[in-house]
């Protein structure tokens, strides 16, 4: 915006998308992190970790992967692993192949961590949100979730 040009202000509808969103995510996100921590003891981060394991084959992914994946930082990421390495859930090797890169693996507690959380998170998930939206809002939100994920995740010029 040069110092002549006039901001491009919202539209009362635009605005209106705005201020919607800005109130919804927080706070379905607050209700479905609530039900996880009380009805599992894990927080949305270790519930992300698990998920993305147990859906894996051998239940394991390099962890440079995982950090890509997650769209965290190899720092973040490795400061969760080491709260969930401690409570027994995950452990990190070395990959056999290269010796460079490690994996982080599912435990057995891990994974009966995961399997007795996914029915309750999925019920909440649905109770919060799925269930309250219409197929067509439901498609609509889906949509606007992919443009906006295409749309962020494709390198900009000038973006880092």
Do not use: C
Request: glycine share 6%; hydrophobic share 40%; proline share 4%.
């Amino acid at each position: 915006m040069t110092p002549a040009s006039e901001p491009r202000w919202l539209t009362e509808a635009e605005q209106d998308a705005w201020y919607a969103w800005r109130r919804m995510f927080p706070l379905v996100n607050a209700e479905i992190a609530r039900d996880l921590g009380q009805d599992s003891g894990l927080s949305e981060a270790d519930y992300d970790v698990l998920s993305v394991l147990g859906s894996t084959d051998g239940h394991r992914m390099r962890i440079s992967a995982l950090a890509e994946l997650m769209q965290w930082s190899r720092s973040r990421l490795s400061h969760q692993l080491t709260r969930m390495e401690q409570r027994g859930v995950v452990r990190r090797e070395d990959v056999a192949t290269d010796g460079r890169g490690a994996e982080v693996v599912l435990t057995v507690a891990g994974v009966a961590a995961i399997t007795d959380a996914a029915p309750l998170h999925v019920e909440s998930v649905r109770r919060h949100l799925i269930d309250i939206l219409t197929p067509q809002q439901l498609q609509a939100l889906a949509e606007v979730g992919e443009v906006l994920r295409h749309h962020l995740g494709t390198p900009r010029k000038g973006r880092h």
